[in-house]
């Protein structure tokens, strides 16, 4: 559960529209009852279709999303808003507890995240900070030669193929073609893909890139994904 205090009204919330898709609707009242006690104007929404509704019809300065929600789950929400162009600022709330979680989280294209249970101070810290820093940029779509890798849509073609990736296969192709011709090491693509306070075996990286290459390279006939011993990986240009 959340703890709520009384810490008065915030500067700038004024005007401020939060939208806060949650299942649980004790939970879904208190914030609501405690934002708007701060100065913002606060929608519920309680299922992920109504959450994905509201969020793509109505202008919001920030939406809390939970993850498992009813009807479509956090993640197929945020990936969906994205998708629809909507680039407002997420705070997702995970339910689970794991390094795993966050990032499918980030790489679904939330832009922070909370894992429950959480601090209602910590929470209104989150969100003042991505009010502050407002609406991002769709990020661009990167092109290595005839790959395609499009953030925004989570997608991947060579040529005219599509290609099916996991959110984490695409997480460290997003950072090999954004840095193509370059080597990066592994301990980049393993902070990129996964949480940064993972202490895992690094190994689970090569694992990544061995699917990589069965995906984007072998089916073309390249070999454009390489390793470079001792230093990382480069995708060539
Ligand atoms: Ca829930």
């Known amino acids: 559960m959340i703890f709520m205090f009384a810490l008065g009204s915030t500067p700038h919330a004024e005007g401020v529209r939060i939208l806060v898709v949650e299942d649980e609707h004790r939970l879904a009242e208190l914030l609501r009852d405690g934002l708007t006690g701060e100065g913002f104007a606060v929608d519920l929404a309680h299922d992920?279709?109504?959450?994905?509704?509201?969020?793509?019809?109505?202008p919001?300065?920030?939406?809390?999303l939970d993850v498992?929600?009813?009807?479509?789950?956090?993640?197929?929400?945020?990936?969906?808003?994205?998708?629809?162009?909507?680039?407002?600022?997420?705070?997702?709330l995970t339910a689970m507890a794991g390094e795993y979680d966050e990032a499918e989280a980030l790489d679904t294209g939330a832009d922070d995240y909370?894992?429950?249970?959480?601090s209602y101070v910590v929470l209104l810290a989150r969100l003042r900070?991505?009010?502050?820093?407002?609406?991002?940029?769709?990020?661009?779509?990167?092109?290595?030669?005839?790959?395609?890798?499009?953030?925004?849509?989570?997608?991947?073609?060579?040529?005219?193929?599509?290609i099916a990736l996991t959110?984490?296969?695409f997480a460290i192709l997003h950072c090999l073609a954004g840095r193509a011709g370059e080597v990066v090491p592994k301990s980049e693509l393993l902070a990129r893909a996964w949480d940064f306070a993972y202490e895992g075996d690094s190994n689970v990286v090569e694992v990544y890139i061995s699917a990589l290459r069965r995906k984007i390279d072998r089916p073309f006939g390249r070999s454009t994904l390489t390793t470079v011993r001792g230093a990382g990986y480069r995708l060539e240009p």
């Open 60 to 64: 919001y300065d920030v939406i809390v």
């Open 129 to 162: 900070a991505l009010v502050r820093r407002g609406v991002r940029e769709r990020p661009a779509v990167l092109t290595v030669g005839d790959l395609r890798v499009d953030p925004a849509g989570l997608r991947c073609s060579r040529g005219e193929v599509l």
């Open 68 to 92: 498992m929600l009813p009807g479509l789950d956090g993640y197929t929400v945020c990936a969906r808003l994205r998708e629809a162009g909507v680039w407002t600022p997420i705070l997702m």
């Open 167 to 169: 959110p984490k296969e």
């Open 48 to 58: 992920g279709r109504e959450g994905l509704w509201m969020g793509t019809e109505q």
């Open 114 to 118: 909370l894992a429950k249970p959480f």
